[in-house]
């Protein structure tokens, strides 16, 4: 047996979070459970206990954490985005299709987690966050009322959604989803008053 190298309880969590990534990369979201994840992590199964009680609870910890690397590099993006509206839809629209491509396991993962209602709560907690992260850059571009702005919002990422199957079944390039996004919130947002 290979001696394992002790580890703070955070750090361990994300060595475990992190060999959780690889075996959903490698195997999928079904062949990740509390067992394969200790034998690929090279720990007991009471040590994968101890971080994540149930497989839901391992695979909610994964989704959070992949679903925060997401929001980071969007703000990232965001960061280094032209003042214009067209360029900050042009960047969310690349962040959110380089998450599609670049982590494929956070939609595996969600899958696997379809009907679970504490997954469900999370994943509407989840979208409300980034649907008002996406309203936050785009408000200055736009006179529409807070609401009308989310709601409109709501409907992008929902567009955003379904351009991500097509591009995962690659039935479409990046290049076109971005621009087909891109294009979907500019057209969202109504001219501003005194602009033509």
Not at 11 to 21: I, S
Not at 49 to 54: A, I, P, S, V
Not at 113 to 131: F, K, S
């Amino acid at each position: 047996m290979a001696i394992t190298t002790r580890l703070s309880k955070q750090a361990r969590r994300e060595q475990l979070l992190d060999t959780a990534v690889a075996v959903v990369r490698a195997r999928g979201a079904d062949g990740l459970t509390l067992a394969t994840l200790a034998e690929a992590a090279g720990v007991s199964r009471p040590i994968v206990y101890g971080h994540f009680d149930t497989r839901p609870g391992l695979l909610l910890a994964l989704y959070r954490r992949l679903d925060a690397r997401h929001r980071a590099a969007t703000a990232r993006a965001l960061r280094a985005a032209g003042p214009a509206a067209d360029e900050v839809a042009r960047v969310m629209s690349a962040a959110y299709f380089a998450c599609a491509t670049d982590m494929p396991e956070f939609t595996a993962v969600s899958a696997a987690l379809r009907g679970d209602p504490e997954m469900e709560a999370t994943q509407c907690e989840l979208l409300d966050d980034y649907t008002r992260v996406l309203a936050a850059a785009l408000a200055p571009h736009s006179d529409l009322s807070a609401e009308s702005l989310r709601l409109r919002c709501t409907g992008v990422l929902g567009a955003a959604g379904a351009i991500a199957v097509e591009l995962n079944r690659g039935r479409t390039t990046a290049a076109d989803a971005v621009a087909a996004l891109t294009d979907l919130i500019v057209g969202a947002l109504p001219p501003r008053a005194g602009r033509h």
